[in-house]
């Protein structure tokens, strides 16, 4: 009788194999997950024109007032959500790979316990592979497709937190076990271990090793556009990377923002009464403050900077808002979604909110917000508007 092929012979597979990755691929993911919906809470999705998640549901999980200092929060959360997250790539590629054969399991369902535990399965990894696929492709500034991606990072979040926490649930007692015997447990059906392993070409140690030193190498590649220093210039992967150290994210030809003449004033709207018009000259002469305050990208990215300019809240108050709860700020720039945003009443008040006018000690450039742009601390990099044109305050 000629032999099934079988195709899954790696010695290296089991319970204790999977156990290990998974259990190390579980505080990565964690720590992205975490950082992922507090990012979420930080774009203050639900004021104003801020998100595109569906408005006026009555299920808003995961907000709160996200502080305005320390200023460097928004870098860290970022950074860590972004530099975990592709880290974790070789160690997620090396998990799917451990569980391959369960994918061509025969019978493809033995009972509903495992019908369940295939679907949630299902759930996980097309989840894992959506998240990871979006926030890279996001990263990378690559859009190829046509959904909105804060919305489908964020529902597809949802899908895959729950996938994982069911997973965990129901593969925990395994794991403990995997853990707890020296070596691999005998299987059942659709177990791990091959029947009839071939002779190994590398050990477990060695395939752990690589996986490390893979995950090293991508650390290596991107970490630099967070952290900065020398490690910038290796950031070879982050197209904010290699060298850089103050990235244009959108350029004023981009957003068709054109040269900004002499003429141009900030209008100050108070509960919908235009009440005053500021030329820079005019903003010029009102208090200056200077404050080293960085751009942290929802991409990764993030850059610290000497901003100077006039106070959000001496604005509010030079309009004769000074208890104003929030304000909406408009760009210039004719369209886009990023043309616009709502600030909270603790961004708004915080001591190191700016309306900047230069950076560094010299004029804003064009393509960082010239004539004026916002400077928040720890606010998300896209709410940091450009080119400000109005200032609604309510
Ligand atoms: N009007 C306007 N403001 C904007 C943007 C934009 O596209 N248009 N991009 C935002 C994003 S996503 C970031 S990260 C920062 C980047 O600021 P920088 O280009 O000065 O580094 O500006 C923000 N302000
Ligand atoms: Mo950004």
């Not at 899954?8 to 259990?23: E, Q």
């Not at 774009?43 to 808003?60: E, S, T």
């Not at 995997?178 to 070409?201: I, K, N, S, Y």
């Amino acid at each position: 009788m000629p032999e099934l092929p079988q195709p899954w012979r790696s010695p290296l597979r089991g319970p204790r194999l999977t156990s290990i990755l998974g259990s190390m691929l579980l505080v990565l993911v964690g720590v992205v997950a975490v950082t992922g919906f507090l990012s979420h809470a930080a774009y203050n999705p639900y004021l104003g024109h801020n998100a595109v998640i569906p408005r006026g549901q009555d299920f808003k999980p995961f907000t709160f007032t996200w502080p305005a200092s320390p200023s460097w929060l928004y870098a860290l959360n970022q950074g860590l959500h972004v530099t975990v997250g592709i880290v974790a790539v070789p160690l997620l590629l090396a998990k799917l790979w451990s569980v391959i054969p369960r994918l061509f399991e025969f019978p493809p369902v033995r009972s509903v316990a495992h019908l369940f535990e295939r679907v949630t399965a299902l759930a996980l990894v097309g989840g894992a592979i959506f998240q990871f696929g979006t926030g890279i492709f996001d990263v990378q500034l690559y859009y190829p497709w046509h959904f909105n991606f804060v919305e489908a990072h964020y529902y597809g979040a949802w899908v895959f937190c729950s996938a994982l926490v069911l997973h965990v649930g129901t593969k925990f007692p395994v794991m403990v076990k995997a853990f707890r015997t020296r070596r691999e447990l005998l299987e059942g059906p659709g177990g791990l271990v091959a029947p009839d392993p071939a002779p190994p070409t590398i050990s477990r140690r060695g395939f752990l090793g690589g996986v490390g030193a893979a995950m090293g190498g991508m650390f290596i590649l991107t970490a630099g556009q967070s952290i900065g220093g020398p490690l910038r210039k290796a950031a070879l992967l982050a197209p904010r990377g290699g060298g850089d150290d103050f990235p244009v994210n959108k350029t004023a030809a981009f957003a068709k923002v054109g040269r900004v003449d002499a003429s141009w004033r900030l209008k100050l709207v108070v509960n919908g009464r235009h009440v005053v018009s500021l030329s820079r000259a005019e903003l010029l002469a009102l208090p200056q403050r200077s404050y080293d305050l960085p751009i942290a990208c929802v991409e990764g990215w993030s850059t610290t900077q000497r901003w100077s300019g006039v106070r959000l809240a001496d604005l509010a108050r030079h309009a004769g808002a000074p208890n104003a709860s929030q304000v909406q700020v408009e760009s210039l720039q004719p369209a886009g979604a990023f043309r616009q945003t709502t600030l909270a009443a603790n961004e708004l008040h915080a001591e190191q909110s700016l309306l900047a006018l230069s950076v560094n000690g010299a004029e804003l450039p064009l393509d960082h917000g010239f004539p004026a742009r916002i400077i928040v601390p720890a606010l998300p990099g896209v709410h940091n508007t450009k080119w400000v044109g109005e200032m609604r305050f309510t």
